[in-house]
């Protein structure tokens, strides 16, 4: 008789054991969620490699909640709805000790001072926004789900209500739309929003100072993946990578203001001419 196979699965106190049965939901250690084992977001996300190494798997759901993991908003909406109220409702940092462990690696006031000219955004223009859509619908794309985020200033909020209303009208999904201001004294709340799913990409539209801060965040406490980020021209500066720290942006994209390209990599912005008429765009890689 062939040997019974055997299955890790975490425990409630979220703690690996071996198990002949396998498991009923699957999850992802980082952002801590579950969700069920045929989740479309779940499934994209691991054919392109990612979180692989960090996938759990539950022996249901009672097990998942006691081991400190929350529902997936794509497969299991409607429990999602109920941990997100439940969880607004509560406090989440109810002692000093707790708001010291959650800080923000915020950037010093030298350095922000140091790097105070970098310019405010400007409104977009139709040539970047198509330019922006082009990087993620770019022949044989994949790219379905998106989390879209930008500071509060007008033309970030307006450059990613453009960008959201062209991407629904392509058939695209937007699952999160989050903001941020330009200083805070945490930056965990809208680290851990804009990446709270797994979309196959993010957008960007912001200004400069406040996007270096949450980046850092973002590096540190999350699954965010600038490679798999592009980004309006409000970003395309050198400064920012320095400002943002090695390698925290490294692998950005986004479009120029005239319909160009850029990139992001190893501490520098490489930009792109627009294609001719009748061209293709350069895909910076």
């Not at 022996?59 to 909406?77: H, K, N, Q």
């Not at 790097?115 to 379905?144: K, Q, V």
């Not at 993010?202 to 965040?217: H, K, M, N, T, Y």
Request: include cysteine.
């Amino acid at each position: 008789m062939p040997p019974e196979r055997a299955y890790t699965l975490l425990g409630a106190d979220g703690v690996p054991y071996r198990s002949t049965t396998p498991g009923s939901l699957g999850g992802r250690r980082r952002g801590r969620l579950y969700g069920r084992l045929d989740c479309p977001s779940a499934l994209r996300a691991l054919a392109r490699g990612h979180y692989v190494a960090r996938r759990v798997f539950f022996p249901d759901e009672t097990t998942a909640i006691r081991a400190g993991y929350r529902p997936c908003a794509v497969c299991l909406p409607a429990r999602y709805a109920r941990w997100k109220r439940n969880r607004e409702n509560a406090s989440i940092m109810d002692t000093l000790e707790e708001r010291q462990q959650h800080r923000s690696p915020l950037i010093p006031a030298s350095d922000l001072a140091e790097y105070g000219d970098l310019p405010f955004p400007s409104p977009h223009t139709e040539a970047e926004l198509t330019a922006l859509i082009d990087l993620l619908r770019y022949p044989g794309s994949r790219i379905e789900t998106v989390s879209v985020g930008h500071s509060r200033d007008d033309a970030s909020k307006t450059a990613a209500e453009a960008f959201t209303t062209a991407w629904r009208a392509g058939g695209g999904t937007v699952l999160a739309v989050v903001d941020w201001p330009e200083s805070a004294a945490s930056w965990l709340r809208p680290a851990t929003r804009l990446t709270c799913e797994t979309p196959d990409a993010w957008v960007i539209a912001a200004a400069p100072l406040g996007f270096a801060q949450l980046a850092r965040r973002l590096r540190r406490s999350t699954d965010w993946a600038p490679d798999r980020t592009v980004a309006f021209a409000s970003l395309q500066d050198t400064r920012l990578l320095a400002l943002a720290g090695a390698d925290v942006l490294d692998g950005l994209r986004g479009a120029s203001a005239d319909g160009g390209t850029w990139s992001a990599r190893r501490g520098w912005v490489t930009s792109w001419r627009p294609a001719p008429t009748g061209g293709t765009a350069a895909r910076p890689g």
